[in-house]
């Protein structure tokens, strides 16, 4: 039986890969990682701007490992990735309707949305604050992660804090290979710029970080002006 699509692009033949010691050569198929993050796995994945550390977004232990592996403080939330539009519910309550109209304009894409967080997303997640932040990457492999999961995933890049990110697979492996489950192959990763992140809670809504999508594009879509962190 062939491999769905999304696992066939993921995947680098074993020619284009570098020579690296057998310890440390860790790629997997998508599936694979799914069978890693039920055991609460780490895996890198190839998302639309960067290499990513993928975690169950709802396993408090896999999500502490990602602040080990990154050696990032627990005092910075986690942004999460999810599969479509519809799991923003299983995510969040209250959704504004801001927030909404935001992610049908630009989801998938490279969005970042602020939105009150729902029980079912533990406190190491989003560094005990009330808010998470939710996006839909514009690229396969997370968002079929995710749907293979039935899990959102964290969304942060794979590198330690503070570092460039990472737009290769055997980047990420020697940088932090033998702290991971595995690496999924998406090959090469064109320039990009990240997403945008929006605080849709407060009046008038606020991009705390600037990116991909533009002030004025958001204005655009939400039909008022957003003020700057």
């Known amino acids: 039986m062939s491999r769905p699509p999304c696992q066939d692009r993921a995947m680098?033949?074993?020619?284009k890969r570098p020579s690296l010691p057998a310890e440390a050569v860790t790629y997997v198929t998508v599936s694979e990682a799914v069978s890693a993050l039920r055991s609460s796995g780490v895996v890198a994945i190839p998302t639309d701007t960067v290499y990513g550390l993928a975690a169950?977004?709802?396993d408090e232990r896999a999500?502490?490992?990602?602040?080990?592996?990154?050696g990032r403080d627990f005092?910075?939330?986690?942004?999460?990735?999810?599969?479509?539009?519809?799991?923003?519910?299983?995510?969040?309550?209250?959704?504004?309707?801001?927030?909404?109209?935001?992610?049908?304009?630009?989801?998938?894409?490279?969005?970042?949305?602020?939105?009150?967080k729902s029980n079912s997303m533990p406190d190491v997640l989003t560094a005990g604050m009330?808010?998470?932040?939710?996006?839909?990457?514009?690229?396969p492999v997370p968002r079929e992660l995710s749907r293979l999961l039935g899990s959102p995933l964290?969304?942060?890049?794979?590198?330690?804090?503070?570092m460039p990110s990472m737009r290769s697979a055997s980047a990420v492996i020697l940088e932090l290979?033998?702290?991971?489950?595995?690496?999924?192959?998406?090959?090469?990763?064109?320039?990009?710029?990240?997403s945008t992140v929006v605080d849709v809670m407060v009046d008038p809504p606020r991009i705390l970080r600037s990116g991909a999508v533009s002030a004025e594009e958001l204005a655009d879509a939400a039909g008022i002006e957003f003020s700057t962190a």
């Open 12 to 15: 680098a033949s074993d020619a």
């Open 56 to 58: 169950s977004a709802f």
């Open 63 to 70: 999500i502490a490992r990602v602040y080990e592996i990154k």
């Open 75 to 116: 005092d910075v939330a986690l942004p999460v990735l999810l599969a479509d539009a519809e799991d923003m519910e299983r995510c969040a309550v209250s959704i504004p309707d801001l927030a909404r109209g935001l992610a049908g304009r630009f989801w998938p894409g490279p969005l970042t949305i602020v939105v009150p």
């Open 130 to 139: 009330s808010t998470v932040g939710l996006r839909v990457p514009d690229h």
């Open 154 to 162: 964290t969304g942060t890049s794979a590198n330690r804090s503070g």
């Open 177 to 194: 290979g033998s702290l991971l489950d595995g690496v999924v192959d998406g090959g090469d990763l064109l320039e990009a710029e990240p």
